[in-house]
């Protein structure tokens, strides 16, 4: 059975008509501020992400691939320094993971090394 969502989530009230985010982006757990409003804007890249919660894997079996979920709707964010709060994952694939920089829950986006982009996506933070 698949936990994936067959019916896209609508975001249209969090985008303001220029494509800015409207409001304040927040940790989904903790609160935290990790954007404030109109600091960056919607895109739809499809980029897939690891699941936040992943079961302890055996050593034997630590090579296979992580639980991933695919998402599409993101705030790009074109400095790293427009964050008020934000954690950085070591680097993979060319990509580093974004977490809460106070509780570390993630990863709720990726900031892609090649670009120097960051992307949240809007399903795994909350806004207020």
Not at 34 to 63: C, G, H
Request: aromatic fraction near 10%; include cysteine.
């Amino acid at each position: 059975m698949s936990s994936e969502n067959l019916v896209p989530a609508d975001f249209s009230a969090l985008v303001s008509e220029d494509g800015k985010n409207k409001t304040n982006v927040k940790c989904d757990r903790c609160g935290s501020l990790i954007l404030k409003s109109a600091n960056s804007d919607y895109d739809t890249t499809e980029f897939v992400l690891p699941m936040a919660k992943q079961k302890r894997q055996p050593v034997e079996k630590e090579a296979e691939e992580f639980t991933t979920e695919t998402l599409k709707d993101f705030w790009m964010v074109k400095d790293m320094y427009t964050f008020e709060n934000i954690g950085f994952s070591n680097t993979v694939d060319n990509r580093k993971y974004l977490t809460c920089a106070d509780c570390e829950v993630g990863p709720i986006g990726y900031h892609d090394l090649a670009t120097k982009k960051s992307y949240i996506a809007l399903a795994r933070v909350k806004h207020e």
